[in-house]
């Protein structure tokens, strides 16, 4: 038996090897001439060096297309999100009522940390964060943007009176509905 797994790795050995010597063959007859040749010296073939072009900014050209579409096509831009977030501390998003754990995740990796961000959003940046999130009108309807006015501004006060703790516990452990925020 032992003899049998022995001549099978001999004949893959073989075969191996077979493959290597015809790919080097089929190289050197359709590939053309290596680049050392070329650069060591004359050859059957003759080539012609034209300047190379710098390669351009793809990235920057790519953005200044995307953006042009866009304001051709009426859709919204993306806002301007930050690398980090101040401080190296971000702010709590989910006292925003609607913003629990995974969609505070979403908004920081899109560069939204802290409530003055989101507060200055335009209506077309709303647009964009709630098509790209797939939130189907909920920025709006939940009212992000004046949540996170009156966080950014330190009017805790009108806050808890309109929306609560915002999904912050209370002392006895409870969150609270704002006038806002109450299911009826």
């Not at 989910?94 to 979403?106: A, C, D, L, M």
């Not at 909920?138 to 999904?167: C, M, P, V």
Request: proline share 6%; with cysteine; hydrophobic share 40%.
């Amino acid at each position: 038996m032992s003899h049998l797994v022995i001549e099978l790795a001999l004949w893959i050995l073989l075969a191996f090897l077979v493959g290597c010597i015809l790919g080097c063959l089929l190289r050197r007859l359709f590939a053309g001439e290596p680049a050392a040749a070329v650069a060591s010296g004359p050859s059957q073939f003759t080539s012609v060096t034209a300047p190379v072009p710098p390669a351009p900014d793809v990235k920057a050209e790519t953005a200044a297309i995307v953006a042009e579409a866009q304001a051709l096509a009426g859709t919204p831009a993306r806002p301007t999100g930050m690398a980090a977030a101040r401080g190296g501390t971000p702010d709590n998003l989910q006292r925003i009522s609607g913003v629990g754990p995974k969609n505070e995740k979403t908004l920081h990796s899109l560069g939204f940390f802290h409530f003055d961000q989101i507060a200055a959003w335009t209506p077309e940046e709303v647009a964009w964060v709630d098509d790209h999130l797939k939130f189907g009108g909920r920025i709006a309807r939940e009212e992000w943007i004046n949540q996170s006015r009156l966080l950014a501004e330190g009017k805790e006060d009108e806050f808890h009176r309109l929306y609560g703790t915002g999904g912050v516990r209370n002392k006895a452990g409870e969150t609270e509905s704002g006038t806002r925020t109450r299911k009826d």
